[in-house]
């Protein structure tokens, strides 16, 4: 069949639509079909974000945690070091005390 178009004749069959049609439609699933890949994909990937996101909030739980323990390791060690002070101020005075008690010991015969 011949239709004339501004003075061109043009020429439609039904085997060129049915190709026309085919071929969009191969186009549209070829289309669905990379958009379900897509959406597959990124599902993961909000799986995997999501998976890494909470690790990391437990990790700062962890980092918090330790923390605030090193804070407390920190303070017993400060405790330590003034009773070992105290400690050693007071063995002095026992040497001291030793020596003095010596001496009298000593003037007395």
């Known amino acids: 069949m011949t239709t004339p178009v501004a003075g061109l004749p043009i020429s439609f069959s039904n ?14 699933i ?9 959406i ?23 980092l918090t945690s330790t923390q605030d323990h090193i804070q407390k ?8 070091l003034f009773q070992s002070d105290i400690l050693r ?8 005390i030793h020596e003095t008690l010596t001496e009298m010991k000593l003037d007395d015969h």
Not at 15 to 28: L, V
Not at 89 to 96: A, I, P, R, S, W
């Open 15 to 28: 085997d060129d639509a049915k190709a026309n049609i085919c071929s969009k439609a191969q186009s549209s």
């Open 73 to 80: 390791i920190e303070h017993i060690c400060q405790q330590l």
């Open 30 to 38: 070829n289309a669905l079909a990379t958009l379900v890949k897509s």
């Open 89 to 96: 101020l007071d063995t002095q005075e026992l040497n001291q």
């Open 40 to 62: 597959i994909k990124n599902s993961h990937s909000n799986d995997h974000l999501t998976t890494t996101l909470k690790q990391f909030a437990n990790s700062d739980q962890q």
